[in-house]
Nanobody, 121 residues
Framework: QVQLVESGGGLVQPGGSLRLSCVAS????????MGWYRQAPGKQRELVAI???????HYADSVKGRFAISRDNTKNTVYLQMNSLSPEDTAVYYC???????????????WGQGTQVTVSS
């Protein structure tokens, strides 16, 4: 079974920074794309950033230049460095990973439980 566990959320003032982490654990063969999504109250879940197993990161326009996604494949961990935060970034942030559990299976999506990020003075 695959588990994704996020950490690093919290309350921060506008203009501040936070770093989210997400660790994948359990029994699996490999991880392809890893990414971060967020869902604000009353809104649909949206992509924030994604990082493939190779390179070529992708960001939502709203976070370009402020957020940076990275990963450590030796630790099965993905990070999201968030700078210049604004109240509009307030949301529950979810980690996502495409995981191949066995050599003969296809990649499947797994999600973390979410971590709250609140930007407020």
């Amino acid at each position: 079974q695959v588990q994704l566990v996020e950490s690093g959320g919290g309350l921060v003032q506008p203009g501040g920074s936070l770093r989210l982490s997400c660790v994948a654990s359990g029994s699996f063969r490999s991880i392809n794309d890893m990414g971060w999504y967020r869902q604000a109250p009353g809104k649909q879940r949206e992509l924030v950033a994604i990082i493939p197993s190779g390179s070529n990161t992708h960001y939502a326009d709203s976070v370009k230049g402020r957020f940076a996604i990275s990963r450590d494949n030796t630790k099965n961990t993905v990070y999201l460095q968030m700078n210049s935060l604004s109240p509009e970034d307030t949301a529950v942030y979810y980690c996502n990973a495409q995981v191949k559990v066995r050599p003969w299976t296809t990649y499947a999506d797994y999600w973390g439980q979410g971590t709250q990020v609140t930007v407020s003075s």
